[in-house]
């Protein structure tokens, strides 16, 4: 059964509280060469049948409409096993 991977993250002009921490918690235990760091979600979507045309499509969709809040983040990449659609927006 194929697995899709959908990667969302905040907006890039949005803070990440989350991703500052991390930040300064690498600098704090002496790792460097780190400017930033961002926090986002990964979902797993497990198909049943074949990754076709109309399901690409589909979950397309539903990373947009379901997966991520438009207002505050991007669905930056969807892996569909065989080849990953980074998405255009910015």
Do not use: C, H, W, Y
Not at 20 to 32: E, Y
């Amino acid at each position: 059964m194929p697995t899709i991977v959908v990667d969302v993250m905040p907006k890039a002009e949005l803070l990440d509280p989350q991703g500052k921490a991390v930040a300064g918690a690498l600098s704090r235990t002496g790792r460097t060469g780190f400017s930033s760091v961002r926090i986002g979600k990964r979902f797993e979507l497990t198909v049943d049948g074949p990754v076709d045309d109309e399901l690409r499509a589909n979950v397309q969709q539903i990373a947009e409409e379901i997966l991520s809040n438009s207002v505050i983040e991007d669905v930056v990449n969807i892996d569909f096993g065989d080849e990953a659609v980074e998405s255009t927006e910015a």
